[in-house]
């Protein structure tokens, strides 16, 4: 659990940077991501990854509990019935954790729009000042 918190332990500057080192011009994933194509750093996917590093931690939260505090008795007469591993995640498994999910979800919304309230802030202030 301890690297789960990792999020929670440091700023959005470090994980700014973070993705950065890992994912920049000169990063370590870098040759990977110029050889396929796909832009990270100032694109849609570089935010996309730095919300769903800071969100993890909020799901897995909220559904560890739910997933083990759920009887196994109703995943296995599925699997007697002859049901594979979807039929029983979509028709067993997902039906029972659904409001943790929606939790989950509520808290994962939530989270980015106080992260772009900063940043709407900032640009605020900075607009507002003259240039020379």
Same mark, same amino acid.
């Given at each position: 659990?301890?690297?789960?918190?990792?999020?929670?332990?440091?700023?959005?500057?470090?994980?700014?940077?973070?993705?950065?080192?890992?994912?920049?011009? +000169? $990063?370590?994933?870098? &040759?990977?991501?110029?050889? *396929?194509?796909?832009? %990270? @750093?100032?694109?849609? +996917? $570089?935010?996309?990854? &730095?919300?769903?590093?800071? *969100?993890?931690?909020? %799901? @897995?939260?909220?559904?560890?509990?739910?997933?083990?505090?759920?009887?196994?008795?109703?995943?296995?007469?599925?699997?007697?019935?002859?049901?594979?591993?979807?039929?029983?995640?979509?028709?067993?498994?997902?039906?029972?954790?659904?409001?943790?999910?929606?939790?989950?979800?509520?808290?994962?919304?939530?989270?980015?729009?106080?992260?772009?309230?900063?940043?709407?802030?900032?640009?605020?202030?900075?607009?507002?000042?003259?240039?020379?």
């Amino acid at each position: 659990m301890s690297l789960l918190d990792l999020p929670f332990s440091i700023s959005p500057v470090v994980t700014g940077l973070m993705l950065t080192l890992l994912y920049g011009r +000169t $990063g370590w994933f870098a &040759a990977l991501l110029r050889e *396929t194509g796909i832009s %990270v @750093v100032f694109a849609f +996917t $570089g935010m996309a990854l &730095a919300t769903m590093f800071v *969100t993890l931690p909020f %799901v @897995v939260r909220e559904l560890i509990p739910i997933l083990e505090n759920m009887d196994l008795s109703q995943e296995e007469a599925a699997r007697t019935l002859g049901a594979n591993d979807w039929q029983v995640f979509w028709n067993v498994t997902l039906p029972n954790i659904r409001w943790g999910c929606c939790t989950a979800l509520s808290c994962v919304t939530h989270v980015p729009w106080g992260s772009s309230e900063r940043f709407l802030s900032y640009q605020a202030i900075s607009s507002a000042r003259p240039r020379h």
